[in-house]
Structure formats: structure tokens, C-alpha cells
């Protein structure tokens, strides 16, 4: 639960008073407070992760951000001058704090959101087909602040996506333009449609055509083989649902990717032995000597 007012951690009272003022080593100044019932005094960050640290948040964003766009775990620790057991109890300190920016994040209002949609799956002891893999992850990140709308675990079934899904459709609910971008698989965008669609209505006779929510939009691109099994090709790019007709539709190809989160899935192999793909060190192919 959310407080807006400053509670005494020992006896729970919110008749604290303010004590005095310090500064940190980023130059912000925090408060300490004072409570008259039985004398505790604390310091304004008491009790949140930000108790006891002294790098300034700006510098950890940094950090982050250069993390989640695929910098190596080394490089981030070469480049800014960090250990990664300072990393590790960052991410440990910050962890817990997701649930309450997401929800924080539901409550207010977007006038546009950019979201990318992809799955990661486990490799454990033998290699299988992707599809029987025990365990999968998927993640709804926002391309602008990579934002993780959804991290989740489990089984490669409909729950799984559906449960991914529902967050999307409160992030719809407070948006007023949204588009979803996936690489690959179509069940986001098929269970989005069946969650969130609305009838159009035009005033003819006949049945209302289903749409997507005005302002939504999906779109897929097809990576690898772009044939089905009899032959019949498929778009590189496409919208997999009908949207509404006030909807804003055009989105450069070269927009229509999920390039960004990929570089998160990368940091994520790193640091996860279980998440790493498994190939071969030797070359793919033969290049003579005068290719080289």
C-alpha cells in the first residue's frame, strides 16, 4: 500500500515533526524526522530502497538503460567504473519496487505508447524444439523508457499469454494512441482482439464488424521461412486484426520490430546460463581465403 504522508516506523503514528536536513553525495537534500511519542528519529528514505544508498538514481537509470539495451554485464562494469556485486544489490534493492511503478503507471493518463512483445524460452541439460521447452518468459516493454509492462514465467500455453495480455488492456484503458509490435508470434495480437475488441456500429442493418479499440493498433513481422506448408506466402509485415477506421494505420516497415527488446533478452542470456542459445563455435559456412 501507498502512503502520501510520513509515518514513524517505530510506533506507526503519523504525528512525526521535522527534525533537520542533510544533504547526500549527489547534492539532494533529504529530511529527518523526529516523533514525539517515543522519541525515533529517521530519515525520510527509512525503510525504501533507497535507504542507505549514495549513488544518485540518474547514474543508476544510466546504468540500467545501458543493460537493458544488450551492453555486456563487463562492459557496463568497464565503462562506468561499477563492481557487479554493486549491480547485483542494485537490481536486489529495486526489484521489489516494480509492482508498485506498475501500478502507479496504470493510474495515469499516456497520449501514446510504443509497446514491444517477445518471449524467451529455456534450454536445461538437452536441446529440444522450442515449442516443448519446460519453461518460458515473456516480456511487454515499453520502446521510449524500456519500461517492463510484463516479466513473466511459466508454460508456453494460452493462460500464459492471456494473463500478458490483461496487463496490455489496462495500459489500453489509459492510452490514447497504442501499438503493439511482435516478432514472430501472432497469439498477442489474437488474444488481444478477443480481450479488449469492440463492435462497430455504422447504423446499417446486419451484424456490428469487430475492431480493435480506436487508437490501437497490432502489427507482426514475419521472421524466417515466409511460407506456409502449401506454398502460400506470407507478408513481411501485417496487422493481424481489423481496427477501427479513425484509427491512425501507418507505420513505417522499417519501425515494425522489436530490436530494443531483443537487447534486453540478450542481457538476460547473459546473466541466465539457462536462457543461452546453444550453438556451435566453429563457422557456419566455408569462406576461401581470398573472400577473408
Same mark, same amino acid.
Given at each position: 500500500?501507498?502512503?502520501?504522508? #510520513?509515518?514513524?516506523?517505530?510506533?506507526?503514528?503519523?504525528?512525526?515533526?521535522?527534525?533537520?536536513?542533510?544533504?547526500?553525495?549527489?547534492?539532494?537534500?533529504?529530511? *529527518?524526522?523526529?516523533?514525539?511519542?517515543?522519541?525515533?528519529?529517521f530519515?525520510?528514505?527509512?525503510?525504501?530502497?533507497?535507504?542507505?544508498?549514495?549513488?544518485?538514481?540518474?547514474?543508476? %537509470?544510466? #546504468?540500467?538503460?545501458?543493460?537493458?539495451?544488450?551492453?555486456?554485464?563487463?562492459?557496463?562494469?568497464?565503462?562506468?567504473?561499477?563492481?557487479?556485486?554493486?549491480?547485483?544489490?542494485?537490481?536486489?534493492?529495486?526489484?521489489?519496487?516494480?509492482?508498485?511503478?506498475?501500478?502507479y503507471?496504470?493510474?495515469?493518463?499516456?497520449?501514446? %505508447?510504443? #509497446?514491444?512483445?517477445?518471449?524467451?524460452?529455456?534450454?536445461?541439460?538437452?536441446? *529440444?524444439?522450442?515449442?516443448?521447452?519446460?519453461?518460458?518468459?515473456?516480456?511487454?516493454?515499453?520502446?521510449?523508457?524500456?519500461?517492463?509492462?510484463?516479466?513473466?514465467?511459466?508454460?508456453?500455453?494460452?493462460?500464459?499469454?492471456? %494473463?500478458?495480455?490483461?496487463?496490455?488492456?489496462?495500459?489500453?484503458? %489509459?492510452?490514447?494512441?497504442?501499438?503493439?509490435?511482435?516478432?514472430?508470434?501472432?497469439?498477442?495480437?489474437?488474444?488481444?482482439?478477443?480481450?479488449?475488441?469492440?463492435?462497430?456500429?455504422?447504423?446499417?442493418?446486419?451484424?456490428?464488424?469487430?475492431?480493435?479499440p480506436?487508437?490501437?493498433?497490432?502489427?507482426?513481422?514475419?521472421?524466417?521461412?515466409?511460407?506456409?506448408?502449401?506454398?502460400?506466402?506470407?507478408?513481411?509485415?501485417?496487422a493481424?486484426?481489423?481496427?477501427?477506421?479513425?484509427?491512425?494505420?501507418?507505420?513505417?516497415?522499417?519501425? #515494425?520490430?522489436?530490436?530494443?527488446?531483443?537487447?534486453?533478452?540478450?542481457?538476460?542470456?547473459?546473466?541466465?546460463?539457462?536462457?543461452?542459445?546453444?550453438?556451435?563455435?566453429?563457422?557456419?559456412k566455408?569462406?576461401?581465403?581470398?573472400?577473408?
Amino acid at each position: 500500500m501507498l502512503y502520501d504522508e #510520513i509515518r514513524c516506523p517505530s510506533c506507526d503514528t503519523a504525528d512525526v515533526k521535522v527534525h533537520s536536513r542533510y544533504r547526500v553525495q549527489c547534492g539532494e537534500q533529504r529530511t *529527518v524526522y523526529c516523533c514525539p511519542n517515543c522519541a525515533c528519529y529517521f530519515s525520510e528514505t527509512y525503510g525504501t530502497a533507497l535507504a542507505g544508498l549514495r549513488t544518485p538514481l540518474s547514474r543508476i %537509470q544510466q #546504468i540500467f538503460d545501458a543493460l537493458n539495451d544488450g551492453m555486456g554485464l563487463n562492459a557496463v562494469c568497464r565503462t562506468f567504473h561499477v563492481s557487479k556485486n554493486t549491480l547485483s544489490d542494485w537490481q536486489a534493492r529495486l526489484a521489489p519496487v516494480k509492482d508498485a511503478l506498475l501500478l502507479y503507471a496504470l493510474c495515469q493518463r499516456f497520449v501514446q %505508447q510504443l #509497446i514491444e512483445g517477445d518471449e524467451l524460452y529455456t534450454k536445461v541439460k538437452q536441446n *529440444v524444439a522450442p515449442a516443448q521447452s519446460s519453461g518460458w518468459t515473456v516480456v511487454l516493454m515499453d520502446r521510449a523508457s524500456r519500461f517492463s509492462w510484463e516479466l513473466n514465467c511459466g508454460e508456453r500455453e494460452r493462460s500464459w499469454f492471456e %494473463q500478458a495480455m490483461q496487463t496490455l488492456a489496462q495500459v489500453i484503458a %489509459q492510452t490514447d494512441d497504442l501499438t503493439l509490435l511482435t516478432d514472430g508470434e501472432r497469439r498477442y495480437g489474437l488474444l488481444l482482439f478477443e480481450i479488449c475488441r469492440t463492435s462497430l456500429r455504422t447504423g446499417r442493418r446486419g451484424r456490428p464488424r469487430y475492431t480493435l479499440p480506436k487508437g490501437v493498433r497490432v502489427r507482426l513481422k514475419n521472421k524466417g521461412a515466409q511460407t506456409h506448408q502449401r506454398g502460400r506466402k506470407r507478408a513481411r509485415y501485417e496487422a493481424l486484426q481489423a481496427e477501427h477506421p479513425q484509427t491512425a494505420s501507418a507505420i513505417a516497415p522499417h519501425e #515494425i520490430h522489436a530490436n530494443h527488446l531483443e537487447g534486453f533478452n540478450a542481457t538476460l542470456r547473459r546473466r541466465m546460463a539457462t536462457y543461452r542459445r546453444k550453438s556451435n563455435t566453429h563457422a557456419k559456412k566455408h569462406v576461401s581465403a581470398n573472400a577473408a
